[in-house]
């Protein structure tokens, strides 16, 4: 199937920028990325004024979703971004051969660092 764009538009729904692409498609598809941008893909029979009814009928859900896309990417900028000298499970314990040990990340001259339980803590 030739899922070309053959016209594109933006529509706005309350304070919502959609972008609307008409495709040689069959169904409407609405999608919000990542960064919160909503798409909208339609059959290009369809007008934008059906387009619009469609969205006004699932506009509650378009904002339940957007607010959760956006609560998600808010989650991960506040998630640490670690270096390779700052990973999070340095200095952490784990369980080797049913003890609990202490962890360190060592740097090494590989291409990868390795990882080191101390016994004898």
């Given amino acids: 199937m030739n899922s070309r764009i053959i016209r594109e538009t933006v529509l706005s729904l309350h304070g919502l920028k959609i972008k609307l692409q008409f495709k040689l498609v069959k169904n409407i598809t609405l999608r919000i990325k990542e960064t919160g941008d909503i798409f909208l893909t339609a059959p290009i029979g369809m007008s934008v004024s059906e387009v619009q009814r469609f969205l006004e009928s699932r506009e509650q859900w378009l904002r339940q979703k957007l607010q959760q896309v956006l609560q998600e990417q808010s989650q991960q900028k506040q998630e640490p971004k670690y270096s390779m000298g700052e990973l999070p499970f340095d200095g952490q314990h784990v369980w080797l051969w ?6 360190h990340f060592l740097l090494s001259s590989k291409k990868h660092g390795t990882y080191e339980v101390q016994a004898d803590a």
Avoid at 98 to 103: D, I, K, N, Q
């Fill in 98 to 103: 049913g003890r609990r040990l202490p962890a």
